[in-house]
């Protein structure tokens, strides 16, 4: 709200327990971390002493111990991938467990959370001296995990002039991305674009400082989209002005201007004292600025001069150069370019000679196609525009041809993608149900599994109650036959659905959890929040039914 394949993003503090005895040993604290049902094996963590590393293939979580101001303890969990150069997310259902003494487990709190790159630590606060176990129980919900290019290979080296190693490329995904790059490398002779889930602001300065100089117009247009439509923490129109200035980065600047004098704010920055002028000199002031506070005094709000400068590209008519690869898709050609093809990857397709290949056309996909009532060339159009530098989306009812088309071809990063779209459909009845548990297990979608397990715990449990009724389970492998019934009777996400947070798709931004009491015994819980547990958690039938799992 890590490391390799898709899981959870940013869990960044947590709640917990209580007391009011502090101590400052840790040694009388067991905690362990649970993983999918499996108990994560412990041992010592380089670079801190006290720390603890639980071993997972993807990822490792780090617990350290401390000791607040307060003199209550704190265990604080992290996690990131084994490897550093990939992008990932990882999302989990967990539920907090603990135990005084040597009775038995109490869950205190649960919830939804993402881990990912820019997330922090998850703080417990543990305030009981009294409370000897702590547990983790998390279950995956979504995992993304994209490693990143290494520029090894390629028939282009880039050097640069600050004496950093340099790179290998193909030259050809540089003509996709800026005429002026692809002049440049005509000479030297083939391009590979290089899909990644890395963030424009991992290294935003760097980039657009590149993005301008080589005239990279599809990113000058995505990085000030970016920048204007930024989110992820405050940042006033005023700071996304000067960033787009000290960035160059002309179509943000007009388009921030104009948003600031349709919002009121123009004026009041004015009256304040600051001059644009000063700011992004003469020429961008007269040029640009000017005419721009003019048209916004004169449109009506709500209109947007950001748009996409970069005409669609019509993949259906021939092209004369080298840059190009010709894809048959039932006798019809499509042109392609040839950087972006080789590294989605060439290996599924029938070479036919002189840079032509030929596609599958799978019985799946034209069943698919039929039943979604598209054809399979405007379906691979809609694919290739979405992994063309314009990104366009896929329309929905194109989505499951697309994805087998991925599926046939072994294209993962694509078929990812287009998962997390899919995953937004939600069945109409138990038959839209049952097909799209098919769909998911068949073609190999692990997160659209994991969000139809994660809802039949909530919004699809009666669906997935009648299915288990009528004995379609039957018609599933045996993994997800039992997955859906450890969801439905095993009572891991507990059963009042109408207050279950486990059973929500959005992870909670309550990242730091803090609460005053610890459980007491008997029936009489209260949260950590220290309201009544049934409005929260469920019943205490539904908390004995978790003590027992």
């Excluded at 996304?240 to 388009?255: D, G, N």
């Amino acid at each position: 709200m890590s490391s390799a394949t898709d899981v959870i993003e940013s869990i960044s503090s947590e709640e917990v327990l209580s007391a009011t005895t502090a101590i400052d040993i840790f040694e009388s604290l067991n905690v362990q971390i649970v993983l999918d049902e499996k108990s994560l094996r412990s041992g010592p963590a380089a670079g801190h002493q006290d720390d603890v590393q639980f071993e997972h293939p993807l990822f490792r979580w780090i617990i350290r111990h401390s000791t607040l101001p307060n003199s209550h303890r704190q265990v604080s969990l992290s996690v990131s991938p084994w490897k550093d150069d990939v992008e990932w997310e990882l999302m989990v259902q967990m539920r907090i467990c603990v135990a005084e003494n040597f009775g038995p487990m109490k869950i205190v709190d649960r919830d939804v959370f993402q881990f990912s790159r820019s997330s922090s630590s998850m703080h417990v606060e543990i305030k009981p001296h009294s409370i000897h176990f702590l547990r983790f129980e998390m279950r995956t919900l979504n995992v993304q995990l994209q490693p990143l290019p290494a520029f090894n290979e390629g028939d282009l080296t880039v050097h640069f002039a600050d004496g950093e190693s340099p790179i290998r490329i193909y030259k050809d995904i540089l003509s996709l991305l800026s005429d002026y790059m692809g002049n440049m490398a005509e000479n030297v002779d083939e391009l590979q674009v290089y899909p990644t889930g890395r963030s424009l602001d991992a290294n935003f300065t760097g980039l657009t400082h590149a993005t301008v100089a080589f005239n990279c117009r599809c990113l000058i247009y995505a990085t000030s989209k970016f920048l204007y439509e930024f989110n992820l923490k405050p940042m006033s129109l005023m700071e996304k002005f000067e960033l787009a200035v000290r960035s160059k980065l002309l179509p943000a600047v007009k388009q921030i201007v104009f948003s600031a004098v349709q919002f009121d704010l123009w004026d009041k920055w004015i009256a304040s004292g600051w001059d644009a002028e000063s700011q992004v000199g003469t020429g961008v002031y007269s040029d640009i600025i000017c005419p721009t506070v003019a048209q916004a005094r004169s449109t009506p709000s709500s209109a947007i001069l950001l748009v996409n400068p970069l005409n669609p590209t019509d993949f259906l008519k021939p092209k004369n150069d080298s840059h190009h690869v010709k894809i048959f898709l039932r006798q019809t050609p499509f042109y392609v370019n040839r950087g972006l093809f080789q590294a989605l990857g060439t290996k599924r397709f029938y070479f036919v000679g002189e840079d032509e290949y030929v596609a599958i056309f799978s019985g799946e996909m034209a069943r698919a196609c039929r039943e979604c009532n598209v054809t399979p060339g405007k379906a691979l159009l809609a694919l290739l525009h979405f992994l063309y530098p314009s990104h366009t989306r896929v329309p929905f009812s194109y989505i499951k041809p697309t994805i087998i088309f991925c599926f046939d071809h072994n294209w993962q990063h694509a078929k990812r993608q287009l998962e997390q779209d899919l995953l937004l459909e939600m069945p109409k009845n138990e038959n839209d149900y049952m097909e799209q548990l098919k769909f998911a297990e068949k073609f190999q979608l692990n997160n659209m599994i994991r969000a139809l397990l994660q809802r039949a715990e909530g919004s699809l449990f009666e669906m997935a109650k009648e299915l288990q009724q009528s004995g379609r389970f039957n018609e599933l492998g045996r993994e997800l036959r039992t997955a859906l019934r450890d969801k439905l009777i095993a009572g891991w996400g507990l059963t009042e659905r109408e207050c279950n947070r486990l059973s929500a798709r959005l992870p909670t931004l309550h990242l730091h959890r803090i609460g005053d009491a610890l459980p007491e015994h008997g029936d009489a819980e209260m949260t950590l929040q220290s309201v009544d547990s049934d409005s929260v958690y469920g019943s205490v039938v539904e908390m004995a039914c978790a003590e027992a799992y």
